[in-house]
């Protein structure tokens, strides 16, 4: 890996509103390209890109929007259904949203006549986490200001229903085990599903759960605050973290656990949201009419 770590973003797309949250799609959903969503004040975005590192013939990024989806409402959260595909005829688009009226929105298009969301109300404070079941997608969990996390089916029923000792920051469904779900800002590892990493004051912090119940690791990471840990999708022991957006930038690092210090390091002005590459490694962050992307050697 390069030692200087300091980097400004690879490549960058255009958009017409500063982006609250960006997410690629972690699923297959057959070719072309990788689908990615992102989120503005009153509408969702659906795109897909292809970048140089995966095809010899780009240069860059190729960036195409595939369907924009009006939302009314600021959008604070995105999650992919597994059930997603390109390569079906015809093609399926299915994703959920959360939003500042405290709704969950799910999203259900063809890309052509059919485009149509359900309404799936319940909690009663701000939305911080959302998820489908990864094997199925039949389910959705989230997790919410109001102490609850409330798991969801395709109908818009609520079927599971836990109350928590603190406000709910994230949740993750376990790939493998569908009845395990890490909170308060956990993202489990797809590479390594005994690993569990999180953000919490100034450190990230990561768990063997095979082991002790204490961290296996901790490091200092921002210095104001720490706000999203992810894992990498391809490699268990890199992983990418974010801080607060401070009056100036919100600072954004690539680890490795063989490294002491970060690979990489970003500033991105009021950047917002943090999503890896489903078969690269490469980050993208919202920014302030941008979608930002960095790429690190393994």
Same mark, same amino acid.
């Given at each position: ?73 600021? #959008?604070? *959260?995105?999650? !992919? ?6 390569? &079906?005829?015809? =093609?399926?688009? /299915? ?103 999180? #953000?919490? *004051?100034?450190? !990230? ?6 082991? &002790?119940?204490? =961290?296996?690791? /901790? ?80």
């Amino acid at each position: 890996m390069k030692q200087d770590a300091t980097r400004n973003a690879a490549y960058t797309v255009d958009c017409e509103d500063y982006v609250h949250v960006v997410e690629f799609n972690p699923f297959d959903s057959g070719d072309p390209g990788n689908l990615i969503a992102y989120g503005g004040g009153n509408y969702v975005v659906v795109g897909i890109c292809t970048f140089q590192e995966e095809e010899a013939d780009v240069e860059g990024i190729q960036y195409k929007t595939l369907r924009t989806f009006q939302h009314g409402v600021r #959008v604070d *959260g995105i999650a !992919w259904s597994p059930e997603t595909r390109l390569d &079906s005829l015809p =093609p399926v688009i /299915k994703f959920c949203t959360s939003a500042a009226d405290m709704k969950i929105r799910l999203f259900t298009s063809d890309l052509q006549d059919k485009n149509e969301y359900k309404v799936l109300e319940g909690h009663s404070d701000f939305i911080n986490g959302l998820v489908f079941d990864p094997k199925e997608g039949q389910e959705i969990a989230s997790v919410s200001d109001d102490h609850t996390c409330r798991i969801w089916n395709l109908e818009g029923m609520q079927t599971a229903h836990f109350v928590l000792h603190s406000p709910g920051m994230s949740v993750c469904w376990h790939p493998e085990e569908s009845f395990k779900m890490p909170l308060m800002s956990a993202h489990w590892c797809l590479k390594n599903t005994f690993k569990v990493g999180a #953000v919490a *004051g100034n450190d !990230w912090l990561i768990w063997d759960i095979t082991r &002790s119940s204490y =961290p296996q690791d /901790k490091r200092p990471v921002h210095m104001d605050q720490a706000c999203l840990f992810r894992w990498s999708t391809i490699n268990e022991n890199l992983f990418a973290t974010t801080g607060y957006p401070g009056k100036i930038a919100s600072q954004f690092q690539i680890h490795h656990l063989g490294h002491p210090q970060p690979v990489l390091i970003g500033s991105v002005a009021v950047g917002s949201g943090l999503s890896w590459h489903r078969t690269l490694p490469l980050c993208a962050i919202g920014g302030d009419h941008k979608l930002l992307f960095w790429v690190t050697e393994m």
